[in-house]
């Protein structure tokens, strides 16, 4: 590493010092203690954040019980796993839950810190874990919900998504390599046309390109000729990130990678960034703020120098050239006979009682297989067609629909000021909610992507959506109330882009007729005429 890394803690701030004083990861092995000592006698850096590097995250608004996150590569679960997650969750409780997070990812709420070595062991007899799953590392990597179902993918990223865990990780196990990143660290590896993963909005997206390569050959009577031939591989995009002080959307690398090329340009990639990337101002330590000051060529550089080779210039464009699919409903695999069947979960939360009947599900009419998607949602796959009938009559999917409603289909929600000490708002009772009386005045044709998130950091992407809610306190009657500021424009699939925010400031008490107007008046809603009597 450079001196960025080492500089005295004199100069360092107060997240870089207690970094320097002690590796995350070195709380593995207090554990034990931990559990034995109490949330309340443990030392406050190690509970509110050192416990963030094996995944365990103190909440002020929930003391005593907190909220853990897994690391579920390209969101597949086993029956097995989803029923130790649910077996998790059962003890603790009525208001224990699980989220589906917007990176394919589950969170547990209602944790007790003494029961986390019993729970840790769980986790890695069926191969789960959850290093390094928060604070300065890279965080859950998205790939295809769809990856080796889809006829129409160009390429199973499954493996990839898994190898590049396995180097991040050490294999789940903890890796100090990449445990002292400036910030977070978002990756994303995508083989299908839609941009399942919304590569724009990642610190370093792989995208489907073909590159043209010619080839010289010789041949008998005809003289020296050329061939092209297509070889698959992925452009490159950095720096795509949310925050509080800024949005920005990922930039080409104009660079070209093989398959087999992206575990060691991920590692070349972020180990730039763990030497170079900005440490002193944290609202500046994301990969974007390094490229800013070295500029695009110079970081190229860079990274080629770390990976000890040049890189190939971009494909001149990429395959992202469908719009984006939602994975709701009955479709055919690419394995004749099987189908894979999308669950619409509200807003994304789960009980321990439905983690078990997707479980049960996911082993009686399928291969035992799970899959979480970036709109919060569960796919069953392999589903022989001599079995759907009957899974469709399956009490679950009297919850977890298969047909919701246009503007429930597309609901996102981050977690809000329920469980979430960072939110500024509740988001999803209250989603959930105006949805329902939307719902029930309005006629749509299409569904609309409303996404809810409860501050500023962003965790429901309100700048990716049709219409975006950003949780923010505002002033009415001399009072400080709940509030939103608004948000349009952001398209995902291809084209994709980000929204901005079009309208301030306004209370959540007065935020129904504002949507029903914008839904009218962008969306073609028309108001339902009351019921005859």
């Not at 309340?40 to 608004?61: A, S, T």
């Not at 049709?466 to 952001?490: C, E, P, Q, S, W």
Request: charged share 25%.
């Amino acid at each position: 590493m450079t001196d960025k890394t080492t500089t005295t803690t004199a100069s360092l701030n107060k997240f870089e010092k207690f970094k320097a004083e002690k590796d995350g990861l070195a709380i593995k092995a207090e554990i034990e203690n931990f559990a034995n000592l109490g949330w309340e006698n443990m030392d406050e850096i190690d509970r509110d954040h050192r416990l963030k590097w094996m995944g365990v995250f103190f909440r002020p608004v929930t003391p005593g019980k907190f909220m853990m996150r897994m690391r579920i590569p390209n969101g597949i679960l086993t029956s097995n796993q989803m029923r130790v997650l649910a077996e998790v969750l059962e003890r603790y409780g009525d208001d224990s839950n699980a989220d589906i997070t917007t990176r394919q990812n589950l969170q547990l709420r209602g944790i007790r810190i003494e029961d986390l070595p019993d729970i840790f062991n769980r986790f890695h007899a069926v191969g789960l874990t959850t290093v390094q799953s928060g604070m300065d590392n890279v965080r859950n990597i998205t790939g295809d919900p769809l990856a080796g179902l889809d006829a129409d993918e160009l390429f199973d990223t499954t493996q990839l998504v898994q190898q590049v865990q396995d180097m991040v990780t050490n294999q789940g196990e903890g890796n100090c390599e990449f445990s002292n990143l400036p910030r977070k660290f978002n990756i994303a590896i995508t083989g299908g046309r839609d941009n399942s993963v919304h590569a724009e909005i990642n610190d370093l997206a792989f995208v489907p390109a073909f590159r043209e390569q010619g080839e010289k050959r010789s041949e008998e009577n005809h003289g020296e000729q050329q061939t092209l031939q297509r070889n698959f591989g992925f452009n490159v995009l950095v720096g795509g990130f949310f925050s509080a002080k800024r949005c920005e959307a990922a930039i080409p690398l104009n660079a070209w990678v093989p398959p087999e090329d992206v575990v060691a340009l991920c590692r070349a990639i972020l180990e730039v960034y763990r030497d170079h990337g900005l440490r002193a101002n944290r609202q500046k330590a994301r990969l974007m703020w390094l490229i800013d000051e070295w500029g695009l060529e110079k970081f190229r550089q860079e990274v080629e120098k770390q990976l000890g080779k040049s890189l190939m210039s971009a494909a001149a464009h990429d395959e992202i050239n469908w719009d984006k699919r939602d994975c709701i409903g009955v479709h055919k695999q690419k394995q004749p006979g099987l189908n894979y069947v999308g669950l619409h979960v509200p807003v994304g939360r789960l009980y321990a009682e439905d983690m078990f009947e997707i479980a049960r599900l996911a082993e009686v009419y399928g291969s035992g297989e799970i899959r979480l998607t970036l709109e919060q949602n569960v796919i069953i796959p392999h589903i022989p067609n001599s079995r759907l009938a009957i899974f469709l009559t399956e009490p679950l999917l009297n919850r977890l629909t298969i047909n919701p409603e246009p503007l429930t289909r597309s609901l996102v929600s981050c977690t809000g000021a329920q469980f979430c000490n960072f939110a500024l708002i509740e988001t999803k009772n209250r989603a959930l909610a105006m949805i329902k009386v939307l719902e029930a005045e309005l006629k749509l044709t299409r569904p609309v992507r409303i996404h809810w998130t409860g501050c500023p950091n962003s965790c429901g992407q309100p700048q990716v959506a049709d219409i975006g809610l950003m949780g923010t306190k505002v002033r009415k009657n001399g009072k400080a109330v709940d509030g939103v500021d608004i948000y349009m424009g952001g398209k995902v699939g291809k084209d994709a882009q980000l929204g901005t925010c079009v309208i301030k400031s306004v209370p959540c008490e007065d935020l129904l007729p504002v949507l029903r107007s914008l839904l009218i008046e962008h969306f073609g809603a028309q108001v339902e005429e009351p019921a005859m009597v």
